[in-house]
């Protein structure tokens, strides 16, 4: 499960690449965490693959798995699109939340999953980052974020731009209690979420060429008669502006994050 | 569907402009054409207050967009010069350079210090370039993350004044952190131990806005609005045609009542008759009177009770249900 950015299958054995389209070992691919072997392209994972290849193993436990949207605006077919991505999902909306170890430490956590109406942040989204980072910081435990998302949800109105403030509101919480909070942003980190939580983790660690901006691409274009640089709005430009800390590979995320864990937790013990 | 507010207001703008000539002719007129000039200004002023009940009793979402973008109504700097005193406006984020799309600076509001910031419009064309629209980039917000900042350290009272379609979402501004700078600006909102009021006195428009409106009191302009995104945006989106802002602006619900009923801001301030632009006095009297009265009502607050009143206010936002997880 890929989500909309399946790498196609051939057939059981063979799987196309979306980055350079080649054919690779379905094995091969999986044992690469999803990642081309020919071009290095990362492909979306859904929460539960994150979970898997980031925590220790089981060790994932989810909270907050009870929380669903509600259509208060009525808007147009906002209520048949909330039924279709939880029937293709099988979770109840865009971001997981829960608790896990990670080499022993344990973390609060929130994983968003692009699959499920792009990763936007409604009511429920905010919701659970919001408890993500409030257990972390009631528990004095670092919180670990995944990020995935096109932005707000525009179908529950200015209830999703409240979101913006509330989870940063926690943030504030996390750096009260001194509880670290570290953001991971995948493929792609936008908008509403990118101007708000995510961007003021303590650590932003993003994985290679993510999408991560303000504003559609095209619409940043057409606002400028600039040249726009060719990675504009991917990983590798935020780092160079100075706006995350590093590029991570998947395959070395999780040490990464253990090692950042480690540390940040040391001052408090 | 009127694409703008002059186009919406069409029929007023050319009663005002027929009254200005009845009136100039009035002046000029001998004593025994006076009362038939008086009697023309008259039913003028009568007609055109018949059409503005007309208009104004049945504002929907979408009218209330094209009023919260009328060129004339008054814009942050017209509120702070009229309500504050002493104004100095303070400039720069101290890294990158000025923004003139948030203006703020150190002011006494009624005998009182404080913290005045906020979205500034131009009028005519090269003000509006001036201005960027309103539309503020990273220095912009990091301005006012230094002024906040400020206002905690000397004990001053924040007082933000929200009017913008959007932040800036050029290229420069994304290269130099757009949204760590809007992010920034929430968190210290948060962190601070001095009251502060926000006021939506035209467009609140997207991150842009609650960059600058995570306060203990938030309060809104009756035809102002507030959404998650402009209305074409959304439509756009939704269905790959920017012309149905209006079916947006109805979806999103994006007016003043709408917010205050789902608890999202705490007051609606009442426009005068015709609309904010149709009496600077009166609306600018209202406006204060609001300030007033809620930093009046924050003031017992201790600095603790503040951060917590935010946050629980801010906590509280959100419609989700929660069934018991099944097992």
Not at chain 1, 79 to 103: F, P, W, Y
Not at chain 1, 215 to 226: I, L, T
Request: hydrophobic content about 45%; charged content about 25%; overall charge neutral.
């Amino acid at each position: 499960m890929l989500g909309k950015k399946k790498a196609t299958g051939l057939d059981g054995s063979f799987v196309q690449c979306l980055g350079c389209k080649k054919t690779l070992f379905r094995r091969e691919f999986e044992e690469n965490l999803f990642v081309c072997q020919m071009c290095g392209h990362h492909h979306r994972l859904s929460w539960r693959q994150r979970a898997e290849i980031t925590f220790d193993e089981g060790s994932f436990s989810e909270a907050d798995a009870g929380l669903r949207s509600v259509d208060t605006l009525e808007f147009p077919e906002y209520r048949e699109k909330l039924e279709s991505a939880i029937a293709k999902t099988g979770i109840n909306d865009s971001v997981v939340s829960g608790r896990a170890t990670l080499d022993g430490v344990p973390v609060s956590t929130a994983i968003a999953d692009f699959s499920f109406m792009g990763g936007s942040m409604g009511s429920v989204a905010g919701e659970k980052i919001t408890r993500t980072l409030e257990r972390a910081a009631t528990d004095r435990i670092p919180a670990i974020v995944f990020c995935a998302s096109g932005g707000a949800r525009m179908q529950e109105g200015l209830l999703s731009l409240m979101q913006m403030a509330k989870t940063t509101a926690a943030v504030a919480k996390c750096r009260e209690a001194g509880a670290p909070y570290i953001a991971v942003f995948t493929d792609p980190t936008m908008a509403g979420v990118l101007a708000s939580y995510a961007s003021v983790a303590d650590v932003i660690l993003a994985e290679p060429k993510s999408l991560v901006g303000f504003a559609g691409a095209r619409v940043a274009a057409q606002a400028q008669v600039m040249k726009v640089p060719d990675d504009f709005q991917k990983a590798e430009f935020a780092l160079r502006s100075g706006m995350i800390d590093k590029v991570v590979e998947r395959r070395a995320m999780r040490s990464t994050l253990s090692s950042l864990v480690r540390v940040l937790i040391g001052g408090s013990r | 569907m009127a694409k703008s507010w002059k186009e919406w207001e069409k029929p007023l703008l050319e009663i005002d402009e027929a009254l200005e000539k009845a009136r100039e002719i009035a002046k000029k007129c001998s004593p025994t054409e006076q009362v038939a000039a008086e009697e023309r200004i008259a039913y003028f002023e009568q007609r055109r207050d018949n059409i503005i009940r007309v208009m104004y009793s049945r504002l929907g979402p979408w009218e209330k967009v094209l009023v919260a973008r009328a060129e004339t109504r008054p814009y942050a700097l017209d509120y702070i010069t009229t309500l504050f005193t002493d104004f100095v406006e303070l400039g720069g984020d101290r890294r990158f350079g000025d923004d003139h799309a948030i203006v703020g600076g150190t002011a006494m509001f009624q005998g009182k210090p404080v913290i005045v910031v906020g979205q500034q419009k131009g009028r005519n064309i090269q003000d509006r370039q001036y201005r960027n629209f309103a539309m503020a980039k990273p220095e912009g917000y990091r301005k006012a993350i230094r002024l906040f900042e400020m206002a905690d350290r000397f004990r001053l009272p924040i007082v933000s004044f929200v009017d913008t379609p959007a932040a800036d979402p050029g290229v420069e501004s994304e290269s130099r952190g757009i949204s760590e700078a809007i992010a920034a600006s929430i968190l210290k909102m948060f962190e601070l131990n001095v009251p502060s009021v926000a006021v939506i006195i035209g467009e609140g428009g997207s991150g842009g806005a609650i960059g600058i409106a995570a306060a203990n009191k938030v309060l809104m302009l009756e035809h102002s609005v507030y959404s998650v995104i402009p209305p074409e945006g959304c439509a756009a989106i939704l269905w790959r045609q920017p012309a149905e802002g209006a079916k947006a602006a109805a979806a999103l619900q994006l007016t003043a009542q709408s917010a205050l009923d789902r608890g999202l801001i705490d007051e609606v301030l009442p426009e005068p008759f015709g609309g904010a632009h149709r009496d600077w006095e009166t609306v600018t009297k209202t406006v204060g009177n609001a300030i007033e009265a809620s930093l009046h009502t924050l003031d017992s607050l201790s600095p603790a009770d503040l951060r917590e009143q935010r946050y629980a206010k801010f906590r509280a936002m959100g419609r989700v249900a929660e069934a018991a997880p099944s097992a």
